[in-house]
């Protein structure tokens, strides 16, 4: 039988215009008797998959055909859900709590669609599961006379897990646990499951870690097979390794990090050109030597798809023995690298370049801090140190600002929010919160990566081979419709929002820029925003307002970037591979990236709230300036000036009036006082408590 299931897909969606019974399909596509077994297991598995529903009657159909959606719940602590289609271009689907049925947060489910509201809201009911999304869940277990139960760490988990007594594992009342399900929730009843692993007392130190590893499923320990390839890569760049590469070890190059960094997979030099141009080295950590497709190293690289961090701990994609040694560009070592060495005019434009082998000696390790002092302060003791390579920087500089005119003039946004720095005292508590600082020398590397990972996806463009593109869609119509029209209250306006320019926005951002306004307009502008991701479909980064763009510049910490380290050697030998097989590949990888990169997010902005409630803890009744960051129906979120601590007024607190809730104006309105709360308002706030198990903190308002 050579039928697949892309032909039964194609002829039932074009040719087939009701549900049909399996001998029907048979009947209909013709099977011989002796496929007939065959083809029954492939309507099965379609069916498992959720490319085609059965329905009464044994019959089989097209989802979209029945006014079904193939998607994954999202589910709300308040009871509630959304159903976020698979489909692309779809809008969710709001599930109410009775329509829920017995489905999980994260499971894959089949929605019917039930009505669309005078909104254009979408709301459906569940029909089926076709895949359950929790194996385990992480919680806090708590004791009862006849069984256990565990209470979930994600709020969107509403139901508790049911513990028989013989499958706590001696977990104690309190304590952090992981319970495998054994029993999903069936007809009102709780889900059923068994502790399999203790974690030990949130509060405990390094506890908080392992329940957010466990809670977003981050592998964090390597398997003995990886680790036994990475020791086979440890010790020194061999003469072997060298051969063949252009050797720059008497070039000088050096890299520039965050104090605290351990892996430095980019190195930088430069120099200056007859005619007033530049010469830039960008010299990329070559992991793909060492990692090679296939291995134990590539298929854990894989399944990490990125480094996560937290505020103390670092989860890294490869093994300490590459990231943080033979493939860290240390001082003084000698180590493999791809550059991308450009030719720039006087006025930052490319003249020219080339990509190549090389193998590299970095002369310095410098710091952030350290080349703002030099750039910024002339500091005397750090040019003294560093005098041979003053001149570099300060050509540096003089190219980077030249590179951010350019970028700038192409209609590159840039958000200038600022960000925290979690400070953590030797116990791993909070012990300060400040502002990240990015300085001169940040914005320096920051240029030399964009325009090196803008010219390998160029390169790849002009060659037209598959690649992985770092893609950032334009933002949605509606939401350009709805912000052109909040912001003519405050006299500005927002041309072509139907078909918007990223020059648009950043007119828009430059025109609020010290403005009363200009934190409430960024931070709406930047929710109105797509998030970036991994894609072969080279459609453009639109925030960048790049044509081409990809992900080239840290390959010991994205999984992306040491692909596309791959794709290079491939160009250079010739060795291009067009088949669909090498673009199913690349597609999965681009997939398990972006999704990767999501759950490391999630992870770390968790861990970081954490520690915020943690340095709020022994603040109760204290008073703070802050500005409001969302507003809700239910409240107001504030975030405090100085330590970046967010937190809820509950509109219940606000006792001085009735509030509504104007979502368009993004606002509270007292009834009768008329008063107005919105995003961006400045306000005084009093912490009134603060709960580590939900990690979040209360405030109230105090009349100015």
Known sequence: ???????????????????????????????????????????????????????????????????????????????????????????????????????????RIVCRVERVDKGGRREGSIVRILE????????????????????????????????????????????????????????????????????????????????????????????????????????SVSKRDIK????????????????????????????????????????????????????????EAFKRGTSVYFPNHVIPMLPLQLSNEICSLKPGEDRLTISLITDFDKNGDVLGYEIVDTVIRSQERLTYTDVANILINGDKGLIQRYGQLIDDLYLMEELCRKLNKRRIRQGSIDFDLPESDIILDIQGRTEDIVKSERNIAHRIIEEFMLSANERVANHFCMLEIPAIYRIHNRPDQQKMEELGEFIT????????ASRIQAKALQRLLNQVKGKGEEKLINHILLRSMKQAEYSIEDIGHFCLAFDHYTHFTSPIRRYPD???????????????????????????????????????????????????????????????????????????????????????????????????????????????????????????????????????????????
């Open 1 to 107: 039988m050579k039928i697949k299931s892309a032909n039964v897909l194609k002829v039932m969606r074009e040719s087939i215009h009701r549900p049909m019974t399996t001998k029907e399909l048979i009947k209909r596509f013709g099977i011989a008797s002796q496929d007939r077994s065959r083809f029954r297991r492939l309507i099965k598995e379609m069916t498992q998959a959720g490319h085609i529903i059965k329905i009464k009657g044994n019959r089989y159909g097209i989802p979209e055909k029945m006014n079904l959606v193939i998607g994954k719940l999202q589910a709300h602590p308040n009871g509630y859900g959304f159903v976020i289609p698979e489909a692309e271009n779809e809008s969710d689907i709001f599930v109410s709590p009775k329509n829920l049925s017995e489905a999980m947060h994260g499971d």
């Open 132 to 235: 359950r999304g929790q194996k385990t869940i992480v919680g806090v277990y708590e004791p009862g006379k006849s069984f256990g139960y565990v209470i979930p760490d994600n709020k969107r988990i509403v139901q508790e897990i049911y513990i028989p007594l013989k499958y706590t594992k001696k977990a104690k009342k309190g304590q952090a646990v992981v319970a495998e399900i054994t029993t999903y929730p069936i007809h009102n009843r709780n889900p059923e499951g068994k502790v399999i692993e203790v974690l030990g007392y949130p509060t405990d130190p390094g506890v908080e870690v392992e329940v957010i590893i466990r809670k977003y499923e981050i592998p964090s320990g390597f398997p003995a097979m990886v680790i036994k390839e990475a020791d086979k890569c440890a010790g």
């Open 244 to 299: 063949g590469r252009l050797n720059l070890v008497g070039t000088r190059t050096f890299t520039i990090d965050g104090e605290k960094a351990r892996d430095f997979d980019d190195a930088v030099s430069i120099e200056r050109l007859n005619g007033g141009g530049f010469r830039l080295g960008v010299h990329i950590a070559d992991v793909s030597h060492y990692v090679k497709p296939g291995t134990h190293l590539d298929k």
């Open 489 to 496: 209250s405050f006299g500005y306006q927002l041309k072509g």
């Open 562 to 704: 040491l692909v596309v380290h791959r794709l290079l050697r491939e160009t250079s030998s010739n060795g291009l591979n067009h088949s669909k097989a090498r673009l199913d590949s690349l597609s999965e990888i681009a997939q398990n990236s972006s999704y990767a990169e999501r759950r490391a997010g999630d992870a770390e902005r968790e861990m970081v709230d954490l520690k915020k409630v943690q340095f709020m803890l022994d603040k109760i009744g204290e008073r703070y300036e802050g500005f409001i960051t969302g507003v809700t129906a239910f409240g107001i979120f504030v975030e405090l000036k100085e330590i970046f601590v967010e937190g809820l007024v509950h509109v219940t607190s606000m006792k001085d009036d009735y509030y509504i809730y104007q979502e368009k104006e993004h606002s509270l309105i007292g009834e009768h006082t008329r008063k107005v709360f919105r995003v961006g308002d400045s306000v005084r706030i009093k912490v009134e408590n603060v709960s580590l198990e939900k990690k979040d903190t209360d405030f109230s308002l105090i009349s100015k």
